[in-house]
Nanobody, 129 residues
Framework: QVQLVESGGGLVQAGGSLRLSCAAS????????MGWFRQAPGEERKFVAA????????YYADSVQGRFTISRSSAKNTVYLQMNSLKPEDTADYYC??????????????????????WGQGTQVTVSS
């Protein structure tokens, strides 16, 4: 059974940093892109960042470009999201996702849905002003 488990969320002041991790089990994602999405209260889930299968290409939402960095360890079957210069508007539940299709591009990750990917349960990030 495929499982994606996020960790690293918490409460941080504006301007601070957090590092999220997503550990995958039950399946090797070494040939798959992986990504992060977030959902703020009362809003739809939105794309945040993605990384391709090799780690050589990344893709970010405009709102986090330059502040967030996605990376991966294929050996550990884990993807990370380093979040710097956090803002109150970054407050949300953050979800890790992986597509069901191999070699999906990082850019295409922005369009995966609940039915076309594997999803974690989320980790909460709260940024206080």
């Amino acid at each position: 059974q495929v499982q994606l488990v996020e960790s690293g969320g918490g409460l941080v002041q504006a301007g601070g940093s957090l590092r999220l991790s997503c550990a995958a089990s039950g399946h090797s994602f070494s040939n798959y892109a992986m990504g992060w999405f977030r959902q703020a209260p009362g809003e739809e889930r939105k794309f945040v960042a993605a990384i391709n299968w090799s780690g050589g290409r990344t893709y970010y939402a405009d709102s986090v470009q330059g502040r967030f960095t996605i990376s991966r360890s294929s050996a550990k079957n884990t993807v990370y999201l380093q979040m710097n210069s956090l803002k109150p508007e970054d407050t949300a539940d953050y979800y890790c996702a992986a597509p069901m299709a191999r070699f999906t591009t990082a850019q295409a990750m922005a369009d995966i849905t609940s039915n076309s990917g594997y999803w974690g349960q989320g980790t909460q990030v709260t940024v206080s002003s």
